[in-house]
């Protein structure tokens, strides 16, 4: 063993002091070098502790390495950066997940359909390239399962918007939206096929859940954004002394949206076509404040809530909704709005964006939501490509 080597014994210091002065530099070179060797083992001599030591320590620095990895990562997806530059692993995360991230955006579709029309895909994707840092959420009725959407899903709009880093779809399950709220009890009583308004009003509750527990923007899927909206907590007046429910953002857990919750129950009318929804909206907002006509392009604000000028998002009012399937001498500029309100429900003829057409919703659509243009245009060359039967 090193520790009995004879140096160590107290009969070494004659070597330091030999009459051969090269002999005791040699004597003493050994003398130090086992020293050595016996402070600092060599590491095939080393004892068993020693090794189990090492291999605890290894341990140790690979679990700091794969906290401080997950730490890191949680942080990138509460930055700013997060869409830009670290791609999110869509089909793993749930909607609690990307909704407790903060400031979602949010859009609802309670019909039953699974393919998202050429207005909804704008919608969504005009909304992900306006708010890049922030979560751009679909809630579909029509799915079933709880997984992030399928990329080689045979529906075209899933994979365009799907593909974007930023933009989630999700099934839309009202009982657990509902959980929580005032509105359990009474979604647990109602019977949607006795409802003449279920798919209105099942999104004017859902919508009213969804902002109170997460927080965010709740959009309808026929708003194109062309601006970030700067305040957080707000309300878009439709006209003067009348709010929508179109458009609206709160913090999670406010007051004015729990309060607006218990109404819903309260005065409870589904025969009502938006007795659930702007009317709602606007008879809990004059609890509040003394609401007054707009003047030029000003915002009202009362309890610290925003009620937005109309031009903000209703530039173009319901009567005149087809006036964006119309061709303009000179397009507007829309300088004092956020996002456009395309009236949907209006819609009753079904409009549509026609490639070529240079109507302002066409426009809009090159503008704001390009690759749903493009896909289009795609759409439509390929039904105007000859058939079989059309070939001789």
């Not at 749930?94 to 207005?119: A, M, Y």
């Not at 907590?233 to 929508?244: D, M, N, P, T, V």
Request: aromatic share 12%; net charge positive; charged share 20%.
């Amino acid at each position: 063993m090193l520790q009995t080597v004879w140096v160590s014994s107290p009969g070494s210091r004659a070597l330091q002091e030999s009459s051969s002065h090269r002999q005791g530099r040699k004597k003493h070179w050994k003398c130090r070098f086992v020293r050595t060797i016996i402070r600092h083992p060599c590491r095939r001599h080393a004892p068993k502790r020693s090794r189990k030591e090492r291999m605890l320590r290894k341990i140790q620095i690979g679990l700091c390495f794969c906290f401080v990895s997950g730490i890191l990562y949680e942080i990138s997806l509460l930055s700013s950066c997060v869409f830009s530059y670290l791609p999110m692993a869509q089909h793993y995360l749930t909607p609690e997940q990307v909704l407790n991230l903060g400031k979602s955006i949010i859009f609802l579709e309670t019909t039953e359909r699974l393919e998202p029309p050429p207005l909804v895909s704008c919608s969504v994707e005009s909304a992900a390239r306006i708010y890049q840092d922030r979560p751009i959420i679909l809630f579909m009725r029509g799915l079933t399962n709880e997984t992030a959407l399928d990329m080689n899903t045979s529906y075209a709009a899933f994979s365009l918007l799907s593909s974007m880093k930023n933009v989630f779809i999700f099934p839309l399950q009202m009982e657990t939206v509902f959980q929580e709220t005032p509105l359990l009890q009474w979604y647990n009583q109602v019977v949607p096929e006795q409802e003449k308004n279920w798919v209105h009003v099942s999104s004017d509750a859902s919508r009213l859940a969804l902002i109170w527990k997460y927080g965010g923007i709740y959009m309808d899927t026929d708003v194109i954004s062309i601006r970030p909206i700067p305040q957080d907590s707000f309300l878009a007046a439709q006209k003067s002394r009348f709010s929508s429910n179109g458009i609206f953002g709160f913090p999670a857990r406010h007051k004015f949206i729990w309060d607006c919750m218990e109404n819903f129950v309260l005065k409870y009318n589904g025969n009502i076509w938006g007795n659930q929804g702007p009317f709602l909206m606007t008879r809990m907002l004059k609890t509040l404040c003394n609401l007054t006509d707009f003047q030029g392009t000003e915002d009202h604000s009362c309890q610290n809530i925003s009620f937005l000028n109309p031009q903000r998002f209703y530039p173009i009012p319901y009567p005149a909704w087809s006036r964006y399937y119309q061709v303009w001498d000179k397009s507007p500029n829309f300088n004092h709005s956020y996002a456009l309100h395309l009236w949907n429900f209006m819609n009753r003829n079904r409009k549509v964006v026609v490639a070529g057409s240079n109507t302002l919703a066409e426009k809009l659509y090159k503008t704001y939501c390009p690759t749903t243009y493009e896909d289009l245009i795609q759409n439509a060359k390929h039904r105007d490509l000859p058939g079989p039967e059309d070939i001789e």
